[in-house]
C-alpha cells in the first residue's frame, strides 16, 4: 500500500502565501499520478491539481489556475502546491491523491490513496 502524509497547512491572510508539501512512501513503484484535492467546510471535495509523476502532464481547476503551482520533487518523493494570492474561498482541508495510472484526472474516484489531509484557513 501507498501512504500519503501531508504538511504546510495554516492560517494565512488574504492575498499571502502558503506552500504545502505531501510526501510518499511505502509500495510508490507503481504511483505514476499524484495531485490535490480540497473540501471546504460544509461543501463537497473538489479538484485541485494533480501531475505525472514521470512525465510532464498537468492539470488545475479553473479556480487556482494562475495562482496554485503544483511540482514534484522524485528524489524525496514528495509532491508540493505553491498556493499564491490565497483568497477565503481558499480556506479547505487539502488533500495529497495519488493513483498507479499517469494520466492526472480531475475525478476522486480515480485515486484510490489520500493523505489525512492538512488545513489551510485565510483570513479575510
Known amino acids: 500500500q501507498v501512504q500519503l502524509v501531508e504538511s504546510g497547512g495554516g492560517l494565512v491572510q488574504d492575498g499571502g502565501s502558503l506552500s504545502l508539501s505531501c510526501v510518499a512512501t511505502?509500495?510508490?513503484?507503481?504511483?505514476?499520478?499524484l495531485g490535490w484535492f480540497r473540501q471546504p467546510p460544509g461543501k463537497e471535495r473538489e479538484f485541485v491539481a494533480a501531475?505525472?509523476?514521470?512525465?510532464?502532464?498537468?492539470n488545475y481547476a479553473e479556480s487556482v489556475q494562475g495562482r496554485f503551482t503544483i511540482s514534484r520533487d522524485n528524489a524525496k518523493n514528495t509532491v508540493s502546491l505553491l498556493m499564491n494570492n490565497l483568497k477565503p474561498d481558499d480556506t479547505a482541508t487539502y488533500y495529497c491523491?495519488?493513483?498507479?495510472?499517469?494520466?492526472?484526472?480531475?475525478?476522486?474516484?480515480?485515486?484510490?490513496?489520500w493523505g489525512q489531509g492538512t488545513q489551510v484557513t485565510v483570513s479575510s
Open positions: 491523491v495519488a493513483r498507479e495510472g499517469d494520466y492526472p484526472t480531475t475525478d476522486q474516484n480515480t485515486y484510490p490513496y
Open positions: 511505502g509500495r510508490t513503484d507503481g504511483i505514476s499520478a
Open positions: 501531475l505525472s509523476w514521470h512525465g510532464v502532464r498537468n
